[in-house]
């Protein structure tokens, strides 16, 4: 190639070799970053392939951007931010965006983590990006499960803010990523151990009468551990059911969950067990 010197060593998916001029730009633009295929060629003396001259082949790629938030007050504006702007640097195609919103990680089934291992089983996208780790998941044994599925159906996970790959020619990222995954995992149950801590104590100074006298609630309220009681009408709840009013109606009317209602109506159904009587 005239005015400038190839770069050897590169091979691209459909087996002709991608040259490039040294300091110039490429003869046709490309679609997106794929993993780099190496040819069988030996490359010649004092040539560099990762000198500046020489630049990674181009094919299609599907991305599918997950995130997640474990609290309904979070965003996810600042993950979604971050994993566009990947996916345009890198030239990929954005499949979907699934976003968990009010979800734990260390729950296995989540309606978007869910959704996006379907699609995934499907071949809709050919990669999986995450911002952090966690965010995917906090379980060790779950999300072990989860990348081993991916990889039977051939498709790459990637922590973009952790520089994490499952792709088959990175093994040190692989072994990196099942160590933060235990990281995250021990940074839960470390997180869950000082919250049951916490509460443990409140509920003690509340027992204790302690609570808006020394001590103060973080919401201010003053209030006892756990979800307040609600006081409803037993007997009104059966009238409305026997009249054959759904029991999503009658929560709705009472202001009262679905499973009070459901809790309610299913133990006067069940049979009061009689206790045997001893024979003297």
């Not at 500046?52 to 007050?73: E, K, Q, W």
């Amino acid at each position: 190639m005239a005015g400038g010197s190839e770069c050897p060593g590169f091979r691209r998916a459909d087996g002709q070799v991608r040259t490039s001029r040294r300091g110039g730009g490429f003869g046709t633009p490309q679609l997106a970053v794929a993993p780099l295929v190496r040819s069988g060629k030996k490359r010649s003396q004092g040539k560099n392939r990762h000198s500046l001259g020489c630049a990674a082949d181009y094919i299609y790629m599907r991305a599918s951007i997950y995130a997640r938030v474990s609290t309904i007050d979070q965003h996810c504006e600042l993950q979604l931010k971050e994993l566009r702007e990947y996916c345009a640097r890198r030239g990929w195609t954005i499949a979907g965006e699934y976003v968990d919103t009010g979800w734990s990680g260390a729950k296995a089934s989540r309606p978007e983590l869910d959704r996006i291992m379907h699609d995934a089983g499907e071949h809709r996208f050919d990669a999986i990006l995450v911002w952090k780790l966690d965010r995917f998941g906090r379980s060790v044994l779950n999300l072990s499960e989860q990348l081993a599925r991916l990889s039977s159906w051939g498709i790459r996970f990637l922590a973009t803010s952790q520089a994490l790959d499952t792709d088959a020619s990175n093994p040190t990222s692989r072994l990196l990523l099942h160590i933060l995954a235990s990281v995250a995992e021990f940074e839960r149950e470390m997180i869950r151990e000082r919250v049951s801590a916490g509460l443990r104590n409140y509920r003690e100074a509340y027992k204790q009468n302690r609570i808006g006298r020394d001590r103060h609630s973080h919401s201010g309220l003053n209030l006892a551990v756990g979800r307040p009681k609600k006081v409803f009408d037993h007997e009104r709840v059966l009238s409305m059911r026997r009249d054959g009013m759904p029991m999503r109606a009658i929560a709705a009317k009472l202001k009262v969950s679905l499973g009070t209602v459901h809790n309610l109506v299913s133990s006067l159904k069940r049979p009061k067990k009689r206790r045997s009587k001893t024979l003297p």
